[in-house]
């Protein structure tokens, strides 16, 4: 009940929830070349306590939905690429990471806190938003996907 | 009198403080402030040792936290 | 779960504790690992008292930013303190605070009451969650017992979080209980020490003459204590706590072991009477501490200012400066200077033939002084991730005289003597 509430009041603060999710650009990665996809967008740092939680279960996700559709895009936000780069080798990622150092997507997207993810649907609207990463809570993470990928 | 000057200074510096709404950093500028040695009381059991000293050496104590009671060494 | 693989010892501290607690590991996912700071401290005055200190302080993450604290800190004290009576020209005798022996003090030499040894044990836990998306919680108890005193603590407070969690309300409360049954019972305030030097007819006139200036049984103090704190980030180097905390306590506030000489117009002591404290005192301090990253190490600064009604005003500047000298060490010079000015009652000694006051206190703890804390500390990450650190401090506390004037051959005593003290801890975090 909480966690619906909590789903509610994050949704709340999207403007709508049929918001196309902002279309970027970092190194190689165009989020609308994902149009089709399903994408789970995670912000993410090395210094962030439940990021060292949430890698696992990425790469679970990854290797259970992205032959389903389902794309992770993990954005570091490092300043120095160097802490990403140590953090990746102790939490290895099975899916997409990309960098942006100066935080302008971040601010684009207004997160609310370290980590937080955001699902994209197959239209490349934002649906869902979380804040921070709760290991007792990602089987309703999963659910979600699940029913987005169904879509 | 005394002790009203320090509640009105208290106010005003809370209010300052809390007031000040763009002091402060974005949720992804933590790097530094998440690290341990940057938590207020990274230095914990060393205070807590140095606080047992100065509380039986000296008149005053607390101030960080609670002074609380505590030994009868003062 | 193997054993082999469990090298860590405090995984299977933690294991053992949870199957305590009849919870299991595995259900602790989102849980961090137990984790345990424990520190051996000797505290050394020359010619004076010896402190080693013991702390077992255990940290647990339950998840969700849940948290336990457990402490245990085991004390034992010996040597001597000063017991606040005048040094004299001639070789002076006390009776112990039993009552039982006396012991004398020679010419020139600051009386001593070396009776004071104890062993103290405290106990605390405590625990914070959040409330909601803004709000923590924490309540803690803590427990306290040595020979002659007993204290429980009990708090509670409040946090809140605002502006992206950059800004930090707290507010606390806690209610202290302290009990204090002294050796051979509590003086009576101001009255005359007895002292056996073979006036008295039999054993039993003495012991009735000792009995007449003591009360049996506990004495009692409650103490409530306030605090209200902003913490605030300034940007991505600094932050910044801002505290202002009352302290109210009301009861017993002697210190029974304590004494006043009362001198003649000579300077010679003809009578020592025990100390006299009121029984309230209000306490109001202000506390600001900030903290600044520097790419290598961390500048930590603080300065406290406290008042109370016994007209005792404290200035307390306390600065760390962590140096980081590899990403695993680091060394941290560490620098304090604290100044109190006496208490209204404070007097260094009383005059013969001047009505007695109603409450007088000679301890040195209450008088102006300024002190000084120098120290270094050096820590090291293992290779095991465990920390290392050793700590090394000099403490000197000078006493000043705040303009009472030494009447006779008491001018030649020095009334002030300043104490020095060597801290030396080693810690291992785990």
Known sequence: MRLLLLTLLLLVHLPSSALPAPDFRLQDIQLSDYKGKVVYLDFWASWCKPCRKSFPWMNEITNKYASEGLVVLAVNLDTDAKLAQKFLRKYPAQFNIAYDPQGSLASQYKIPGMPTSYLINKQGELVVAHKGFHLDKSASYEQEIVALLKQ | MKRKTIVIITIMAVMQLAGCANLGVQPWERDLLAKDEMALDSEGVDIGLDDHIYFSKEATSGGRSFAGGGCGCN | MQLKQTKNVSATLAAASCALLGT??????????????????????????????????????????????????????????????????????????????????????????????????????????????????????????????????????????????????????????????????????????VVDNGQFDSSEAYQQAFDATRLQGSEQKDTVDLLLGVTQVINRRMLMQFNYSLSMSDGYHNDPYKVLSVVDQQGLTQ????????????????????????????????????????????????????????????????????????????????????????????????????????????????????????????????????????????????????????????????
Do not use: C
């Open chain 3, 24 to 193: 299991s590991v595995q259900a602790e996912d989102n849980s961090e690992e137990w984790k345990f700071d424990t520190a051996i401290l000797y505290y050394g005055e020359t010619d004076r008292v010896q402190l080693v200190e013991g702390v077992f302080n255990a940290n647990k993450d339950f998840g969700d930013e849940h948290y336990f604290n457990g402490k245990l800190v085991i004390d034992t004290l010996t040597g001597a303190s000063a017991s606040g009576a005048v040094a004299q020209s001639g070789v002076q005798t006390f009776t112990r605070p039993s009552g039982n022996e006396t012991y004398t003090v020679e010419a020139g030499e600051t009386p001593l009451d070396d009776t004071f040894h104890d062993t103290r044990v405290q106990a605390s836990g405590q625990w914070t969650q959040p409330i909601g998306e803004n709000y923590r919680i924490s309540g803690g108890l803590q427990a306290s017992k040595e020979y002659d005193y007993l204290s429980i603590v009990g708090n509670g407070s409040l946090d809140m979080d605002l502006n992206q969690r950059n800004t930090t309300l707290s507010a606390g409360i806690s209610y202290a209980f302290d009990s204090i049954d002294p050796v051979g019972g509590r003086p009576v305030d101001l009255s005359s020490m």
């Open chain 3, 271 to 430: 009578d020592v009477v025990y100390e006299s404290r009121p029984t309230e005192r209000t306490k109001h301090s202000m506390y600001w501490q900030t903290k600044y990253a520097l790419d290598q190490g961390v500048v930590d600064f603080s300065y406290r200012f406290a008042t109370d009604d016994w007209d005792i005003d404290s200035h307390t500047i306390d600065s760390r400066f962590r140096y980081n000298l590899s990403e695993t060490s680091y060394i941290q010079p560490h620098i304090r200077y604290y100044q109190q000015n006496e208490a209204e009652f404070y007097n260094p000694f009383l005059s013969q033939g001047t009505a007695l006051p109603e409450h007088a206190s000679a301890d040195y703890r209450l008088g102006k002084m300024t002190a000084i804390t120098l120290g270094l500390k050096y820590g090291m990450q293992l290779e095991n991730g465990n920390e290392l650190a050793f700590r090394l401090e000099y403490y000197q506390q000078t006493p000043d005289n705040a303009g009472f004037e030494q009447p006779g051959t008491l001018a030649d005593e020095d009334l002030y003597p300043s104490l020095k003290a060597v801290i030396a801890q080693v810690s291992y975090s785990f």
